[in-house]
């Protein structure tokens, strides 16, 4: 069988100057296709599980690491940072920290220049990235002069151009318009269905998780507490309570209306489930 | 509805326009025209670029709108000293580490306190009674940029209230707080408007909060307000709230679909919502 994309194997991880462990124990795999989504409370160590992932611990930032981190087999220590970003494209959570181009066209451009692209295909990949992310009327803006989600559409923009094998999002739509975070998560899922991109994306968005991704990875002070489907997820309640993480706004009337005596033999977990269930239930 | 009279309005804009300057001339704000009570909690949401931080920056008085007339108090705001407008209206910014360049936490507080002129016995007194009501008090010797997301976040706020503004601006408070944090600073919000009386305005993504603590919505698209009104009103009115890419919390888009009434915008009334049509 084909290496996995992702495999973390009893992964620990401790920043220099901290008193303990950062990451305690970490194991999964990604296989390409797949979206994974990582939930936790703020400190619980996402950033620095995905920091890990594109190998800028330990190659940029410091930390003493246990354990086994593969990207396709290979350990990301044995690798260098360029190798591994010709892969593995990482969108920081603040954006403002990403972007360093004047102009937006050119800090969509530049990391396709710099892979030595033809221009044609650089022209072809920049024109379905602006549409994707609805900012053709900002390529010739300053990138600094940018509204905070603007700036946060070009910072995943300039990632996706590129297309690398596994993308690595951190919070990437928390400065986005509702429809607009909705459209993009929903979006990268077809990334990994129709183009088998591997997917992990940080984010709080839980409703949008759960609709999109396959799986759902629950940190908890650098455990994996928790890691299931979208259903399974939504209803360790305890598990969730416990890490400080809310389920959708669906499970969470699910187990008040059962609390309430009302009978959902599946308790629904989306809007859509939500919806079908209570037509059936309610006079009208 | 009659309209209360003008010293009873925090905010009165008229045809407010803004063009940020040559070389870019981006027209940010087309014609805003809104009026927002004393003691009101609002949120101005909408379309990313649909200039709700333009009109943030308008209403503190950091920009001069290009057109129209803005009033905050009674007062342009823009024609006032900093200082005289620090008391007046206080605005966080959308990203805290544009506004935090101290050295240490307590004194990135205590600055707009000694440029207000406070003596040293208030400064003392008013930073430590801040920094602890947003718990910051352990980390006052911290360089800010040692703090995490969420800290320097309550930090920003904890600068601009301390000089106890009567309207208070936060751009995205929200960002990058997990569910708890967010809680925490919208909860902060509320008793400052609840016990003191101040003015707040919001501006947000997240409307599951603007549905539990917002009194009123501002719908902003394409640098002009779309609509406002009360929570349940405006998230009662989807399709409009889509031309400016917003969309009601899901119970809200439930009740719309199940046809309850009044519709319910939080997680408890769907529940006591449904639970009535069951027994009905
Ligand atoms: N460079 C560093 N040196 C020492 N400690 C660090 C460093 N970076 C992060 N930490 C600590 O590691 C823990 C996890 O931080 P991390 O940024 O991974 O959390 P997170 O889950 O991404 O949080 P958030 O949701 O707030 O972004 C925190 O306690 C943080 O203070
Ligand atoms: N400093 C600037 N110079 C030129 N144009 C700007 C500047 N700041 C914002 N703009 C533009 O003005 C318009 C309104 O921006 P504004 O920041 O007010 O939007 P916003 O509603 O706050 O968006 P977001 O939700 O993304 O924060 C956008 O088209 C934006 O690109
Ligand atoms: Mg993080
Ligand atoms: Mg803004």
């Known amino acids: 069988m084909a290496d996995p994309v992702i495999a973390l ?15 305690r124990d970490i194991s999964f795999r990604v296989e390409p296709g797949e979206f994974v989504g990582i939930v936790g409370s703020t400190g619980s160590g996402k950033s620095t599980l995905l920091y890990l992932l594109a190998g800028v611990i330990p190659h940029y930032l410091g930390a003493e690491i246990g354990g086994d981190v593969r990207i396709y087999g290979r350990r990301t220590q044995e690798l260098s940072l360029a190798r591994i970003s010709e892969r593995v494209g990482l969108v920081l959570q603040d954006p403002e920290a990403q972007l360093f181009n004047l102009l ?51 910072a995943l923009a300039a990632v996706h151009a590129i297309a690398p094998a596994v993308y690595l999002f951190d919070h990437p739509t928390s400065q986005l318009d509702p429809i607009g975070a909705a459209e ?61 993480v809310r389920p959708t706004q669906m499970a969470e009337l699910s187990s008040r209306l059962v609390e309430a005596g009302v009978k959902l033999d599946v308790p629904p977990i989306t809007l859509e489930e939500m919806t079908v269930a209570l037509r059936a239930l309610l006079p009208s | 509805m009659t309209s209360p009279p003008p010293a009873e309005l925090a905010v009165v804009a008229e045809g407010v326009e803004f063009e940020y300057p040559a070389p870019r001339r981006v027209l940010a704000l087309k014609g805003v025209t809104l009026r ?29 709108p290009t057109r129209g007339s803005l009033r905050v108090a009674g007062t342009e705001v823009w024609r006032l000293r900093p200082a005289q407008r620090a008391t007046r209206v206080g605005y966080v910014f959308q990203n805290p580490d544009h506004q935090l360049f101290r050295e240490r936490v307590w004194d990135d507080v205590a600055f707009g306190l000694q440029n207000l002129g406070a003596s040293p016995d208030q400064i003392q007194e008013s930073v430590e009674q801040v920094l602890r009501r947003l718990e910051l008090w352990d980390k006052r010797e911290v360089h800010p940029f040692q703090l995490s997301r969420g800290d320097r976040q309550r930090l920003a706020i904890a600068a601009i209230i301390v000089m106890r503004p009567q309207l208070l601006i936060v751009d995205e408070p929200t960002t990058g707080q997990d569910m708890a944090r967010s809680r925490e600073i919208m909860d902060l919000l509320a008793r400052l408007n609840r016990d003191e009386g101040m003015t707040i305005l919001t501006i947000t993504h ?19 307000v779309l609509l406002d009104g009360p929570p349940r009103q405006v998230f009662s009115r989807a399709e409009e709230l889509r031309i400016s890419a917003i969309s009601p919390p899901p119970v809200a888009r439930l009740g719309l679909s199940l046809g309850l009434h009044p519709l319910p915008i939080t997680v408890p009334e769907a529940r006591d919502a449904i639970l009535r049509r069951l027994s009905a």
């Open chain 1, 9 to 23: 194997e009893r992964v620990t991880l401790r920043y220099p100057t901290a008193p303990s462990p950062t990451l």
């Open chain 1, 104 to 154: 937006v066209r050119d800090e969509l451009a530049w990391g396709l220049e710099n892979r030595g692209l033809p221009r044609a295909e650089i022209a072809s990949r920049l024109a379905s990235t602006l549409g994707f992310f609805r900012i053709e009327k900002l390529q010739d803006r300053i990138t600094y002069d940018l509204s905070g989600g603007e700036k946060q559409r070009v």
């Open chain 1, 184 to 244: 993009v998560i929903g979006a990268v899922r077809r990334l990994a269905e129709q183009q088998q991109h591997a997917i992990i994306m940080v984010e709080d968005k839980v409703d949008e998780l759960v609709e999109h991704a396959d799986r759902l990875i629950l940190l908890n002070e650098g455990r994996i507490v928790l890691d299931a489907g979208p259903r399974e997820f939504c209803l360790r309640k305890d598990l969730l309570d416990a890490a400080g």
């Open chain 2, 206 to 224: 997240v409307m599951e909060l603007v549905a539990e603590y917002a009194r009123w919505v501002i719908v902003m698209h394409d640098g002009r």
């Open chain 2, 36 to 64: 927002i009570p004393k003691g009101q909690f609002a949120a101005i949401v909408g379309q990313n670029g649909s200039g709700k931080t333009s009109l943030a920056r308008c209403i503190s008085g950091y920009l001069r």
